[in-house]
C-alpha cells in the first residue's frame, strides 16, 4: 500500500531547469532515504542523486553542481532540482524510497512509475 507519487517532468531547452516532487505515502514507520534515478533508451537505469535519513547525499558524476536532492519530512517527499539541463539528461526519472512499514521488520526500496524529462537541444 506504499505509494509514490511523481511530478514535475517535462520539456525543456538546453540551460533549463526542472523540479522534480516525490511524495510517499502509505503505513509507513521509517524512510531511510530517497533518490532519484533515471534509465534512458538504451541504457541501464542509474542512480542520479540519493539522500539518507540523516541528510547525506550523493549524486552521479554527470550531474554534480547541476542537481541538488532534498527533502520535505514533515511531507514524506523528496525533490530534485535540475539547472543547467543537458539533452544528456533526457530520460525518465524515477523516485525510490528504502523504507520499513508496519508489515515487517526490513527495510524495502519501493518505486514511483516514473516521470519523463526531456531536454532539448
Known amino acids: 500500500q506504499v505509494q509514490l507519487v511523481e511530478s514535475g517532468g517535462g520539456l525543456v531547452q538546453a540551460g533549463g531547469s526542472l523540479r522534480l516532487s516525490c511524495a510517499v505515502s502509505g503505513s509507513i514507520v521509517s524512510i531511510n532515504a530517497m533518490g532519484w534515478y533515471r534509465q534512458a533508451p538504451g541504457k541501464q537505469r542509474e542512480l542520479v542523486a540519493g539522500?539518507?535519513?540523516?541528510?547525506?547525499?550523493n549524486f552521479a558524476d554527470s550531474v554534480k553542481g547541476r542537481f541538488t536532492i532534498s527533502r520535505d519530512n514533515a511531507k514524506n517527499t523528496v525533490y530534485l532540482q535540475m539547472a543547467s539541463l543537458k539533452p544528456e539528461d533526457t530520460a525518465v526519472y524515477y523516485c525510490n524510497a528504502r523504507l520499513r512499514t508496519d508489515y515487517g521488520p526490513y527495510d524495502y526500496d519501493y518505486w514511483g512509475q516514473g516521470t519523463q524529462v526531456t531536454v532539448s537541444s
Open positions: 539522500i539518507t535519513s540523516g541528510g547525506s547525499t
